[in-house]
DNA sequence: CATGAATGAGGCTTCATTCAT
DNA sequence: GATGAATGAAGCCTCATTCAT
């Protein structure tokens, strides 16, 4: 499933463009459509967007959307594949060249909230793929999953971390920070406080019992 | 804020009875317009579901629909204010004569995990309700949050958790029931295998870090 | 009418070819798009086909449709134009050396079958020209009908044939081919039966009452 | 595939029905909107015909069309089938009582004549039904096919007519009606003449060969 | 209390045609 | 001559909601 949905996006993006979109002009108005869709779809939902809302904010003519993208699930689609990509592209970069797991977890933790505040729109249409594509949806996690069970792995088997089934604390860890990443910089938005980022951290490091 | 939406839901049910002489009759058509409207709205997501399609699971007529709820909306909004109230309910019934904080929380996942099973289609709702109602979604985690947070401090202060900002551990925790119960239990269709259940509390508990 | 129909196919392409200066490039850019909706008309209809289909399979721009044709509704009466002038040609041609009248209606019958089983495509085009020009439509009915009444009218005079309402005989025999030719080649694709042939040709020349 | 296309004009019906239209005032409603539709679609075509202009020409809500008929292709298809029915039914009641086949086919012409001037309309549809829903359109003159050869069957067994492949005879007769009722009826929007007519019949009796 | 027919705004999408390059 | 991106009108259909009975 992944591959396929993974490719999909090339695929996709080259279909259109063997069709039309050769030419620079072409690539431009592409762009202000995907700019526009990410704002109207990340402000009012995917339900509540309309294509004319976002052609009219890109300042292209209704049938322009249909030159670019297949359909208003389509254009969405896309959307997530983009966002899924940047979030996954950041993190590992920043996270690349990192001494410790620990310190991975932190910085990787620091960079997630960062690009959710910078992405709150797209943010949110990642939570509404669920009801339009629920196979993109679990694409979606899966990817992260994946590369994280691969980090997790290599710590345990370096004795940085112990031993603790590693899909079960990619999805956890996972779903930590898109936690503290709703409550603080979604409904707050603001940063996360460092004291809630340094509490998740001892959190996922340590635990809540007391040490002894 | 939560004052206001926890009472609509009582303001909203007594308006409707005063309309209605509280027949039991319309009641059992109010009921049978809820538990069809559940069905319909988990099954189909908010915005694919129509009042049409309701109304005939439920065996009314359309304008029936409106004699009993103002609206979509209203009755979508009245499924969540059920389901949590009902997940928080069996959570809190089961937790009542639990010895420590720790099994507290065992309990707890595990009321959890077996309660979207259940009301798996419930529970979707949840997810869908940021897009229509955006305070009642929030409403909907700090309901969660601030009994976990009552319990937090108490096992803090009772020397059984070490202290970490409560709020924080609150959001951490739900994040981790979260999204094991979407990844095995939604995405799985089965139940949260004992092994993620397992490492998830040890987790918890004592973080991934080695003991030494 | 006959005549200003008639006429506007000449007058159509000449007005092109002062425009594009008769190049032979242009030409064949001119055929490439007739040949090409030729098809797509003849597959999907008028009203299902479309001028970037029609331009993608002739290979060109969508813009240099117009520079050969004024309009969709343009160039599929072109079409209707050519496939009366091919038809009655082949008909005329074949017929001409014929040495009785009843031995030209059994040509023509032949003829006919095979020009709709040849052009199954254009054929169908006919059938839909009256939808989108409906004076075009008759003209091209009253276009057979004229060269029929003719022969009719000599081969009556001749005493070949007895006198009967030429006009009248000219439609009833064309809805005979019509609609054995519809019948047969139409809808089972294959070539009317001999049988059928003769049938219809007995049942013209002499009719179903029995002879005497 | 008679029988199915046939049987879903029932169904179609009544499916509807079970939906909506229980009323007096249901089906009045579904009544204008086939009247509106007939002159709509009988006018301008299908494809130029907008369901706008039928709810308007019916006094109705654009969205109560869609309480009656699925589609647009339904409705037509609809008034094709009941076209074919009245039609089939005035011929075989007319006919009904006559005493050779010689003048059941002199009265059936003539009651196709007269039907075709009174619903125009309607008759002009069935000619686009083809782009349509080709199925239908084969159906459409299957019917009428079936009737006729079995009457031709039994006049040639009774030894009334000579013995000739009776679907070819069929589907001549047939097309000699269309296009006679084309040429006059629908051209000249006037009655096919007496004189026509009874040229028609000499011909299919007796041929256009001189008797001897 | 209940019905269900009717409403009409609004959404997505298609496509013939134009025009700057 | 040719291109192909852009246009925008127009079409089909859905559905939450109302209201006369």
């Not at 396929?4 to 039309?20: A, F, H, M």
Request: aromatic share 12%.
């Amino acid at each position: 499933m992944n591959r396929e949905i993974g490719n999909n996006r090339t695929e996709n993006k080259n279909r259109v463009k063997s069709l039309q979109a050769k030419t620079d002009r072409g690539e431009a108005t592409r762009q202000k459509l995907l700019t526009a869709a990410e704002e109207i779809f990340g402000t009012k939902g995917f339900h509540r967007a309309s294509i004319v809302e976002i052609t009219l904010k890109a300042g292209v003519a209704q049938g322009t959307f249909y030159l670019y993208f297949q359909s208003k699930d389509k254009i969405f689609e896309e959307l997530v594949r983009e966002l899924n990509h940047s979030l996954r592209c950041e993190i590992s970069h920043a996270v690349s060249e990192v001494k410790s797991r620990q310190e991975a977890e932190e910085i990787g933790f620091g960079v997630f909230f960062a690009f959710i505040k910078e992405h709150r729109n797209l943010y949110r249409i990642v939570q509404e793929i669920q009801f339009v594509n629920e196979d993109l949806y679990k694409w979606y996690y899966t990817q992260f999953a994946e590369g994280y069970i691969e980090g997790l792995e290599k710590a345990m088997a370096a004795g940085e971390f112990r031993y603790l089934d590693p899909e079960t604390v990619a999805y956890a860890f996972i779903g930590v920070a898109e936690f503290l990443g709703m409550r603080w910089v979604l409904w707050e938005k603001e940063d996360v406080p460092p004291k809630t980022l340094n509490t998740a951290l001892k959190l996922i490091m340590e635990g809540v019992l007391p040490r002894k």
